[in-house]
Nanobody, 123 residues
Framework: QVQLVESGGGLVQAGGSLRLSCAAS????????MGWFRQAPGKEREFVAA????????YYADSVKGRFTISRDNAKNAVYLQMNSLKPEDTAVYYC????????????????WGQGTQVTVSS
C-alpha cells in the first residue's frame, strides 16, 4: 500500500502561481512513477503531468505544457506540481497518483490515489 496526501491548493487569481505537494508513505516511493490528475465539476478526470521513478523523465498534457512543472524528491517521499500562469480553466480538484509503471497518462495505470486538493483560479 502507498498512502498519498496532497496539500497546497487554494484560491488564486488568474496569472498567479501555486505549488502542490504530495506526501507519500508506505512502500518504497522510488519504485513508483508518479502522476498528477485533475477533475473539474461535471468533467472527467484528466491527466496533467507524470514523472518517472528517478525524476529524470517528465511528460505533460498539452494544456499545461510550459506552465506547470512536475518534480519529485525521493529522499523526502514527495512529488510536487509547480503551477504558474494559472488560468480559470485550471480550476479543479488535483490528485496525485502512484503507478508501478514508468510514465503513464491513463488513470487506470495508477494503483494509488490521494484524496485531492482544490485549486480555484478566479478571473
Amino acid at each position: 500500500q502507498v498512502q498519498l496526501v496532497e496539500s497546497g491548493g487554494g484560491l488564486v487569481q488568474a496569472g498567479g502561481s501555486l505549488r502542490l505537494s504530495c506526501a507519500a508513505s508506505g512502500r518504497t516511493f522510488s519504485n513508483y512513477g508518479m502522476g498528477w490528475f485533475r477533475q473539474a465539476p461535471g468533467k472527467e478526470r484528466e491527466f496533467v503531468a507524470a514523472i518517472s521513478r528517478s525524476g529524470g523523465s517528465t511528460y505533460y498534457a498539452d494544456s499545461v505544457k510550459g506552465r506547470f512543472t512536475i518534480s519529485r524528491d525521493n529522499a523526502k517521499n514527495a512529488v510536487y506540481l509547480q503551477m504558474n500562469s494559472l488560468k480559470p480553466e485550471d480550476t479543479a480538484v488535483y490528485y496525485c497518483a502512484a503507478s508501478p509503471f514508468v510514465i503513464q497518462v491513463q488513470s487506470s495505470e495508477y494503483d494509488y490515489w490521494g484524496q485531492g486538493t482544490q485549486v480555484t483560479v478566479s478571473s
